[in-house]
């Protein structure tokens, strides 16, 4: 009998095994990434295989261990064909799997490191040390070069100076069909750094990076997706605010529907950011800087009712905390994207996406219609660049038409 995993994925039979009650998570959590429907459904589908594998095996969570991946995929090799990304996406499942605690942290090898082991160390201490990237940026783009080290060398000698221009493009056109523009985007930007690194570290190496596909993105293609004053003022109605975690949802959806804060500076908003005598918000941005937001009665009681009546008693600075087991802190900001994610499922509502950047986005443009400049916009979305604020002027037509020249000869 079929079974339907988080609303998208369809399991020719219902799940099975020790990891089965973590598919629907691993899903939500693959869209906040910006996985595809079609990706989504393979990652799901080989977790939920590995987990009817480990039943039958006798293996419990608590004793997953390094091999147990491999095993797996050469059992599941003798009766189904595989897939260059098998490995990837099982790896991409223990991780969430570790996140979550439902499965122990990964041990440290006690013998020596792998030649794939030594190049990605060696590659995160130049990232740290000479680019002074910042360590959620680090863990990206290692985890792309470990992707495309296993993917051109498997289990051989890794052979920097043999790398062909003809790996990365082969290596982006097996993982780009599975993400969106912004993810595609960001694995081919890891690629080039990876690239770039193996040029400096290998004398006589060809720039390779150079070689690396460009994903599409011309600028302005596309009006914002905003979503409506209506549509968010029925997502707030239908918040029950008398359970802690109804509080909870209220607040965090107030700070992302009227500041139009981006989901990374709502799930490190810290209590120290909450300045209540000014009654000020204090948020670090993308990039490091910080804006002053003034906080409105609303939100502020909002904030205030959680803090209250509904935030969990544990040691963390946190504002936000998870409600579901483990209780504490969001992991990564798809935490907070899965609160708003849910209230729209809830709802029942069509909405223009299921993130939380439409709310950016609805902020923009009811302040463009009020007669707020392009300037005040950015400033209020923490843009660094005008061209990033830019695109708004593509929503408000009707003064779009008023600036238009008249045709010459009349209307036609």
């Known amino acids: 009998m079929k079974h339907v995993v988080n609303h998208q994925v369809v399991l020719p039979q219902a799940p099975e095994g020790p990891l089965a009650a973590w598919l629907n998570g691993f899903a939500e959590t693959l869209g906040n990434q910006g ?30 261990g390094p091999d147990h991946p491999a095993r797996y995929l050469r059992d599941r090799a003798q009766h189904q064909a595989a897939k260059p990304g098998d490995r990837s996406a099982l790896r991409h499942f223990l991780d969430y799997l570790r996140v979550e605690q439902a499965i122990p942290a990964e041990t440290v090898p006690t013998g020596p490191e792998t030649e794939i082991q030594r190049c990605l160390r060696e590659y995160g201490d130049y990232l740290r040390g000479e680019r002074g990237l910042y360590p959620t940026t680090i863990q990206a783009y290692t985890s792309f070069a470990r992707d495309f080290l296993e993917h051109r060398f498997d289990t051989g000698p890794v052979t920097l100076p043999d790398l062909w221009a003809d790996d990365a493009v082969g290596f982006v056109r097996l ?30 190496v060809p720039d390779l990076a150079a070689a690396v596909p460009t994903v599409a993105d011309w600028a302005m293609t596309s009006i914002p997706r905003a979503i409506g004053a209506d549509q968010t003022e029925r997502l707030l109605a239908g918040i029950d605010r008398t359970t802690p975690t109804g ?73 936000f905390l998870r409600v579901a087991a483990p209780i504490g802190e969001f992991r990564s ?21 299921k993130g939380t950047h439409q709310f950016r986005h609805g902020l923009a443009v009811r302040m463009m219609r009020h007669g707020a400049s392009l300037a005040e916009i950015g ?23 008023r600036l238009a020249l008249p045709w010459p000869g009349g209307a036609r």
């Open 175 to 204: 993982m780009a069909p599975g993400m969106n523009r912004g993810s595609a985007k960001g694995m081919t930007s890891a690629l080039r750094s990876f690239l770039r690194y193996v040029r400096y570290r290998e004398e006589g």
């Open 333 to 353: 900001p798809g935490g907070v994207s899965g609160v708003i994610r849910r209230l729209i499922q809830r709802a029942g509502m069509d909405t223009p996406t």
């Open 379 to 401: 400033d209020v979305l923490g843009h660094r660049r005008p061209d990033t604020t830019r695109i708004y002027a593509k929503v408000d037509l009707d003064a779009l038409r």
């Open 35 to 64: 996985y595809v429907s079609g990706s989504i459904s393979e990652r799901v589908r080989l977790a939920a295989d590995f987990s009817r594998w480990l039943g039958q095996e006798g293996i419990d969570p608590g004793s997953i």
């Open 247 to 319: 509080r909870r949802d209220c607040a965090i959806f107030l700070v992302f529907a009227r500041l139009g804060l981006r989901q990374s500076e709502v799930a490190f908003l810290e209590l120290d950011d909450i300045d209540w005598r000014t009654a000020t918000l204090h948020v670090r941005t993308k990039g490091g800087g910080r804006n002053d937001y003034p906080l409105s009665h609303e939100v502020g009681e909002a904030i205030a009712d959680y803090l209250r009546h509904g935030r969990p008693a544990i040691d963390s600075r946190r504002v």
